[in-house]
């Protein structure tokens, strides 16, 4: 059960009880949401073993006595709790498995090794556990099962550099692309085409093994070949893709030397293209998303029509600048406030997807955080209105937090505090903001990962 630990005092700091209200209800909506994409919960009513056959997602059916082995191999912030549950349902079935997860994890299995690496900057211990990967990839035969446990983290924590890039420069450009305000689609795009594994690689070094993906996507609208940069999908970018992004940032000159090199006599077509959709290695290659942003986002809907509020799903596939995001929601709370337009009173509005925080101060906090900090500032003196941001993984940014939750009295009690919203905005300061309003969500790692998700609520 994944829950919001600091929830009563959350509740608590709505002061009026039109506030408090509408806390309880946007935090019991967020918990419900996390709940419903628990990757433990998700395989074991989506993964099923009826005799010796396997049924998924009612979907796929394999017929395990036809497969000489099974292998598993994965990645990502939710990986371990999906190597968990599956393990718990194949058992002795699986003769070898190798999944990165994020450092701290306390996941438990015995067949399967769960190898912790570091997430969003790869580092050399991720390296390694590709590696072993690539290893049961190409010792898997034509009649052999890989399943492939794929989750939101899984491009930083596989990491396999191409020809001389170092993990050092891949550090360095993965930084830099988080930091300029780049799209996890246009990150990923530069991630492919620098790595000997993502872009479909594994899926060519697996071949003619029979791969099922288990994906649980954290990338807006489910992109296949963007989930984790695609490692058993055919990639629909190229390397001058890849050179575009750098340029478009401004990053293509100050980039490493090898990766300028790679990408240059990439597009010159003197070093191989991602596997396209034409290869042979994707005839065996059965992609299955089991969970998403919309399945958490419609589940939060759901409870808020069973409290009583008019429901609006505004969309799974929220992009743009956080600050702006945010100041657009709260413009929509005031619109149902003074209008009843979208949707009348009581209403709650439910936002999925991920959002970008282009980096211009030096302080600290997430997407999430900068959502509800913008959104403040816009719905000063609104009663019973409330914003709750917060990232499905436990940890918005470089940060402990989830997120965060304000309504129309946020800037008096921040006010009483000496604190000047602005400012905070201005340095991208919004953890501290809320750390001394003690309005930050708090969950810990939740195990899951679909991005982000906003709730709305105007009573």
Same mark, same amino acid.
């Given at each position: 059960m994944i829950t919001i630990k600091n929830e009563e005092k959350l509740i608590e700091n709505g002061e009026t009880q039109f506030n408090k209200k509408a806390r309880d209800l946007a935090l019991k909506s967020l918990e419900s949401a996390l709940n419903a994409v628990d990757p433990k919960q998700i395989i074991k009513s989506k993964v099923l073993l009826k005799n010796s056959t396997l049924h998924v997602n009612n979907r796929y059916v394999f017929d395990l006595k036809k497969f000489k082995n099974v292998y598993v191999v994965g990645g990502g912030k939710a990986s371990g709790s999906m190597a968990e549950a599956l393990e718990q349902v194949l058992g002795g079935l699986i003769k070898e498995g190798w999944v990165n997860i994020p450092y701290g994890n306390k996941h438990k299995t015995d067949i399967i090794k769960l190898h912790e690496a570091s997430h969003p900057i790869p580092d050399d211990s991720g390296v390694e556990g590709t590696r072993r990967m690539v290893k049961i990839a190409e010792q898997a035969e034509k009649d052999d099962l890989i399943i492939c446990l794929i989750s939101g983290g899984g491009s930083s924590l596989m990491p396999l550099p191409r020809d001389?890039? $170092?993990? =050092?420069?891949? !550090?360095?450009?993965?930084? @830099?692309?988080?930091?300029?305000?780049?799209?996890?689609?246009?990150?990923?795009?530069? !991630?492919?085409?620098?790595?000997?594994?993502?872009?479909?690689?594994? =899926?060519?070094?697996?071949?003619?093994?029979?791969?099922?993906?288990?994906?649980?996507?954290?990338?807006?609208?489910?992109?296949?070949?963007?989930?984790?940069?695609?490692?058993?999908?055919?990639? +629909?970018? $190229?390397?001058?893709? @890849?050179?575009?992004?750098?340029?478009?940032?401004?990053?293509?000159?100050? =980039?490493?030397?090898?990766?300028?090199?790679?990408?240059?006599?990439?597009?010159?077509?003197?070093?191989?293209? $991602?596997?396209?959709?034409?290869?042979?290695?994707?005839?065996? #290659?059965?992609? #299955? #998303?089991?969970? /998403?942003?919309?399945? @958490?986002?419609?589940?939060?809907? /759901?409870?808020?029509? +069973?409290?009583?509020?008019?429901?609006?799903?505004?969309?799974?596939?929220?992009?743009?600048? =956080? !600050?702006? #995001?945010? $100041?657009?929601?709260a413009s929509i709370a005031h619109e149902v406030s003074a209008s009843g337009n979208p949707i009348p009173k009581p209403a709650a509005i439910i936002a999925g997807g991920e959002t970008t925080v282009t980096i211009t101060g030096k302080g600290k906090g997430g997407r999430n955080q900068e959502i509800a900090l913008a959104a403040a500032l816009k719905m000063n003196g609104m009663e019973g209105a409330v914003l709750a941001s917060l990232s499905t993984d436990g940890i918005d940014g470089p940060t402990d937090a989830a997120g965060a939750i304000v309504d129309g009295k946020t800037l008096t009690r921040a006010a009483k505090k000496g604190l000047i919203p602005e400012e905070f905005l201005a340095e991208n300061d919004s953890y501290n903001f809320f750390s001394k309003l003690e309005d930050l969500i708090f969950t810990g790692p939740t195990g899951t990962n679909v991005n982000d998700i906003s709730i709305v609520i105007v009573l």
């Open positions: 001389e890039i $170092t993990i =050092a420069d891949k !550090r360095e450009i993965t930084d @830099a692309l988080l930091k300029c305000g780049a799209t996890i689609n246009e990150i990923n795009t530069v !991630r492919k085409h620098i790595s000997d594994f993502k872009g479909g690689w594994l =899926a060519k070094k697996a071949y003619p093994a029979t791969i099922l993906n288990l994906i649980l996507s954290d990338v807006v609208g489910d992109p296949l070949d963007f989930i984790a940069s695609g490692p058993t999908v055919p990639d +629909s970018t $190229t390397f001058s893709d @890849a050179i575009k992004v750098l340029k478009k940032y401004g990053l293509w000159e100050e =980039a490493p030397a090898s990766i300028r090199k790679v990408l240059s006599e990439g597009e010159k077509g003197k070093i191989p293209e $991602t596997p396209k959709a034409n290869d042979e290695a994707f005839k065996k #290659v059965f992609n #299955v #998303v089991i969970g /998403n942003n919309r399945l @958490a986002i419609q589940t939060a809907q /759901n409870y808020l029509k +069973s409290e009583g509020l008019n429901t609006l799903l505004l969309t799974s596939t929220l992009e743009g600048e =956080a !600050r702006h #995001v945010g $100041t657009m929601l």
